[in-house]
């Protein structure tokens, strides 16, 4: 059952103002040791909009959101976020840059060493010149936002998955970042915990007009919280569009991701050559 | 152009959902790979110290904001310095005992039994405090190191102190460098008077020696330079010790096996590192003193 958007929220919620280009990547390449992961992506997401990356594992979804904050190299093409050309950026202007990016890893990746209120409050103190006060304020607020002001008090290691992923969400939010990236927000939480998650995603973009690009697994989450998809496959992007355009959509790839199925287009590897030749190696096949 | 028997194993395969990587690695000779590898992880190693230390230079000479936090050092000296004292006081302690009870039979035989304190105090002076304290470090400090910064790299920690532009070579190598730096000597320096200690035990117990005596004649034989080389020596074996185990956790792969793996590694590599660092810090100071 996919759940329309309109129910995440009321219906009085302000339709967000899709404005100028916040993310704009041309014929993005990026390789690890030789191996292309992205092979000539391209992707555009403007203000206020939340962009679903879909794709099979390994199809260079983190590497694509790693691009952006700037954490891996391209070796071809232009990435430009927030009016900046991120490839170009030295390290005192990417630390600068990754500030307005708000980054939630897929298992949270709270540290583990404090408290949830530091966390939050070590960010804070990082990156601000509020008072000691001030800052106790904030974090209790971000943490108001997730349903967790009452964990202010707990470690990491005393918090439910779901709980750590809502807290991460609060720290990744605590700079009030202009764009927010979600690497699999879904990983591993139970239903229940996916629809809390998901609505405070859906809160921000909607309400807050937060611009964030989500990669997700969950075909349902996916398509209840953008405004528009991309599926990626061999490291481009193969289908684009709204969640209506894609529950019809006619990429037989993109049919057998969504479907679920066993076999399809998107795992028949037979047909490359350099399968067959690295399989049995180049002389045997002469 | 795919042979129908090269088509078949393909598509058995293909529930692998994996294409297999290139070879090219292991076509290369065997010994080049190593010695490039081995080139690489020096220079990493060499770029991660490098970068604590650009944190550790005053703001204003520096294009990346933000200071070394001064409760993590806090912190770290004392996890180096009182941490590492109960085992560090039985260590040197019983080592200045087995030293100066393998000495007292020889002398004794040659009949100079009262060089005992200055050979006793010479070598753990110069020689062994320093690298019993260097190996106590290794063990303690290096392994928990390691660990520690291990499984903040599989948990996507040091990743996430980055995506807040907070450097963990600023805000985590940073403080254990400068923790050591300063509980190094110092521990050095205890341990050079728990092992002198351990010998003195030794002499007035058994071989009956008068301990003022036996202080006065260890102060006689050692002087500064000796003393100056055994806190040197503390420092050095400290930074191998500490920037080891911070390259080896920082870069592991693997997830809890491979944090297990580099706990080993860091404590394997800095013995080696501090054994070839001494005789290299001997032998340059072997004319002097
Ligand atoms: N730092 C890296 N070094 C080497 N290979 C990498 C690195 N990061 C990702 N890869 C490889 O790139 C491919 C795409 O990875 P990733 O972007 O994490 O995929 P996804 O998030 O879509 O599952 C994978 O095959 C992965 O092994
Ligand atoms: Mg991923």
Same mark, same amino acid.
């Given at each position: 059952?996919?759940?329309p958007r309109?129910?995440?929220?009321?219906?009085?919620d302000?339709?967000? @103002?899709?404005? =100028?280009?916040?993310?704009?990547?041309?014929?993005l390449e990026v390789?690890?040791?030789? !191996?292309?992961v992205?092979?000539?992506?391209?992707?555009?997401?403007?203000r206020g909009?939340?962009?679903?990356?879909?794709?099979g594992?390994?199809?260079?979804?983190?590497t694509l959101?790693?691009?952006?904050t700037?954490?891996?190299?391209? #070796?071809?093409?232009t990435?430009?976020v927030?009016g900046?050309?991120?490839?170009e950026l030295?390290?005192? !202007?990417?630390d600068?840059?990754?500030?307005?990016?708000?980054?939630l890893?897929q298992?949270?990746?709270? /540290?583990?060493?404090?408290?949830v209120r530091?966390?939050?409050?070590?960010?804070?103190r990082?990156?601000? +010149?509020?008072t000691?006060?001030?800052i106790?304020i904030?974090?209790?607020m971000k943490?108001?936002?997730v349903?967790?002001?009452h964990?202010?008090?707990?470690?990491p290691?005393?918090?439910s998955g779901?709980?750590r992923? $809502?807290?991460a969400?609060?720290?990744?939010?605590?700079l009030?970042?202009?764009l927010?990236?979600?690497d699999?927000?879904g990983?591993?939480?139970?239903?229940?915990? *996916?629809?809390?998650v998901?609505?405070?995603?859906?809160?921000?973009g !909607?309400i807050?007009?937060?611009?964030?690009?989500v990669?997700?697994?969950?075909?349902e989450?996916?398509?209840?919280?953008?405004?528009?998809?991309?599926?990626?496959h061999e490291?481009?992007?193969?289908a684009?569009?709204?969640?209506e355009?894609?529950?019809?959509h006619?990429?037989?790839?993109?049919?057998? /991701?969504?479907?679920?199925?066993?076999?399809?287009?998107?795992?028949?590897?037979?047909?490359r050559e350099?399968?067959?030749t690295s399989l049995l190696?180049? =002389?045997?096949?002469? | 152009m795919?042979?129908?028997?090269?088509?078949r194993l393909?598509?058995?395969?293909? =529930?692998?959902g994996?294409t297999?990587d290139?070879?090219?690695e292991?076509s290369?000779?065997?010994?080049?790979?190593?010695? $490039?590898k081995s080139m690489?992880?020096?220079g990493? &190693?060499?770029? #991660?110290v490098?970068?604590a230390?650009? &944190?550790?230079a005053p703001?204003g000479?520096r294009?990346r904001?933000?200071?070394v936090p001064?409760?993590a050092?806090?912190?770290?000296?004392?996890r180096?310095?009182?941490g590492v004292l109960?085992?560090?006081t039985?260590v040197l302690?019983f080592v200045?005992?087995?030293?100066?009870l393998?000495?007292a039979?020889i002398?004794?035989?040659?009949?100079?039994v009262?060089? *005992?304190?200055s050979i006793? %105090?010479?070598a753990m002076?110069r020689e062994? +405090?320093?690298?019993?304290?260097g190996v106590?470090l #290794?063990?303690?400090?290096g392994?928990?190191i390691?660990?520690e910064? %291990?499984?903040?790299?599989v948990s996507?920690e040091l990743?996430a102190?980055?995506?807040?532009?907070?450097a963990p070579?600023r805000y985590?190598l940073a403080p254990?460098l400068?923790?050591?730096a300063?509980?190094a000597p110092i @521990?050095?320096?205890l341990g050079?008077?728990?092992?002198?200690?351990g010998g003195l035990?030794?002499a007035? +117990?058994?071989?009956?020696?008068?301990?003022?005596q036996?202080?006065?004649?260890?102060?006689?034989?050692l002087?500064?330079?000796?003393v100056?080389l055994?806190?040197l020596?503390?420092?050095?074996?400290g930074?191998?010790v500490v920037?080891?185990?911070w390259? =080896?956790?920082?870069?592991?792969?693997g997830?809890a096996?491979?944090?297990g793996r580099a706990?080993?590694?860091?404590v394997?590599k #800095?013995v080696v590192?501090i054994?070839a660092?001494?005789?290299?810090?001997t032998?340059?100071? /072997?004319?002097i003193g």
């Amino acid at each position: 059952m996919v759940t329309p958007r309109s129910s995440l929220l009321s219906e009085s919620d302000p339709t967000p @103002v899709v404005g =100028e280009p916040v993310v704009e990547v041309r014929e993005l390449e990026v390789s690890f040791g030789g !191996r292309r992961v992205l092979r000539g992506l391209d992707l555009e997401v403007r203000r206020g909009e939340t962009l679903v990356v879909l794709g099979g594992s390994g199809s260079g979804k983190s590497t694509l959101l790693n691009a952006l904050t700037g954490s891996v190299t391209p #070796s071809r093409g232009t990435i430009r976020v927030l009016g900046s050309s991120v490839a170009e950026l030295d390290l005192a !202007r990417l630390d600068a840059h990754r500030v307005k990016v708000g980054f939630l890893f897929q298992n949270g990746a709270l /540290f583990q060493s404090m408290s949830v209120r530091e966390n939050l409050a070590c960010v804070l103190r990082e990156h601000t +010149a509020l008072t000691a006060e001030e800052i106790d304020i904030l974090v209790k607020m971000k943490l108001e936002l997730v349903g967790l002001r009452h964990a202010v008090d707990l470690m990491p290691a005393e918090l439910s998955g779901g709980m750590r992923k $809502r807290v991460a969400l609060a720290r990744a939010l605590v700079l009030d970042p202009p764009l927010m990236l979600y690497d699999e927000p879904g990983a591993g939480l139970d239903p229940v915990s *996916l629809a809390g998650v998901d609505r405070i995603i859906a809160t921000l973009g !909607r309400i807050l007009g937060m611009t964030s690009i989500v990669v997700t697994h969950h075909i349902e989450s996916a398509l209840r919280l953008a405004d528009r998809l991309v599926f990626l496959h061999e490291g481009t992007v193969v289908a684009s569009g709204s969640p209506e355009e894609f529950r019809t959509h006619g990429d037989p790839r993109l049919r057998q /991701f969504l479907d679920g199925a066993a076999e399809g287009p998107l795992n028949d590897r037979s047909g490359r050559e350099d399968y067959a030749t690295s399989l049995l190696g180049k =002389e045997r096949l002469r | 152009m795919t042979p129908p028997t090269a088509a078949r194993l393909a598509l058995s395969f293909k =529930e692998c959902g994996r294409t297999p990587d290139k070879r090219e690695e292991l076509s290369e000779g065997v010994s080049t790979g190593m010695f $490039r590898k081995s080139m690489v992880s020096v220079g990493d &190693w060499g770029t #991660s110290v490098g970068r604590a230390f650009y &944190w550790l230079a005053p703001a204003g000479l520096r294009r990346r904001r933000g200071a070394v936090p001064a409760f993590a050092i806090v912190e770290q000296v004392d996890r180096f310095s009182i941490g590492v004292l109960p085992l560090l006081t039985v260590v040197l302690g019983f080592v200045g005992m087995i030293l100066a009870l393998q000495l007292a039979t020889i002398l004794e035989l040659l009949g100079v039994v009262e060089f *005992l304190p200055s050979i006793v %105090g010479i070598a753990m002076v110069r020689e062994m +405090a320093p690298l019993l304290v260097g190996v106590v470090l #290794s063990g303690f400090a290096g392994a928990s190191i390691a660990s520690e910064i %291990g499984s903040m790299k599989v948990s996507d920690e040091l990743r996430a102190y980055e995506s807040f532009s907070i450097a963990p070579t600023r805000y985590l190598l940073a403080p254990r460098l400068v923790g050591i730096a300063i509980a190094a000597p110092i @521990v050095t320096g205890l341990g050079f008077y728990l092992g002198i200690g351990g010998g003195l035990v030794i002499a007035e +117990a058994i071989l009956g020696m008068d301990s003022g005596q036996y202080i006065t004649r260890t102060l006689a034989a050692l002087d500064l330079q000796d003393v100056l080389l055994g806190l040197l020596k503390g420092e050095v074996f400290g930074l191998l010790v500490v920037s080891i185990a911070w390259f =080896e956790g920082s870069r592991v792969t693997g997830g809890a096996l491979g944090v297990g793996r580099a706990t080993t590694a860091a404590v394997v590599k #800095s013995v080696v590192a501090i054994i070839a660092a001494d005789l290299l810090l001997t032998f340059l100071f /072997f004319r002097i003193g």
